[in-house]
């Protein structure tokens, strides 16, 4: 079998048979070589990731406690207003009970002269500079 290699080897291979020379002018990086980042970049990883997870789980902590915080609030905010429409009920139950009698044992007196201000034109029309374009 050899003497059968040597003989085509003498031989000059054809179009077909030929090899290509991928080589450039610059020496090529190997993956079996080791880089001077590659012990860096394992540590720098490892923390990007352990800085990602601890970054995640403050922020969902965050958005929960927000939520809880959220709940309790609006609880507040319907305590205080049933207590605010309570007072309003004795509000208009005291209010019902003033009459006139009472306003002059407290020492007031009906409104004899009234006199109003009148303005000419329109007072509730604010004045509008115009920048429209």
Do not use: C, D
């Amino acid at each position: 079998m050899s003497k059968h290699l040597q003989r085509i080897s003498k031989y000059r291979p054809s179009a077909l048979q030929g090899t290509l020379r991928l080589e450039v002018a610059r020496p090529r990086a190997r993956l079996s070589q080791e880089q001077a980042w590659e012990p860096h970049t394992r540590s720098i990883l490892s923390i990007a990731l352990i800085v990602l997870t601890a970054a995640y789980l403050y922020f969902v902590a965050a958005s929960i406690m927000n939520v809880i915080a959220r709940t309790e609030a609006m609880r507040e905010m319907q305590t205080i207003q049933s207590a605010i429409a309570g007072m309003e009920q004795r509000y208009f139950a005291l209010s019902q009970g003033v009459t006139p009698a009472e306003g002059v044992a407290l020492g007031l007196s009906p409104v004899v002269h009234t006199s109003y201000v009148h303005r000419p034109g329109n007072a509730a029309v604010a004045a509008i500079t115009s920048n429209e374009i």
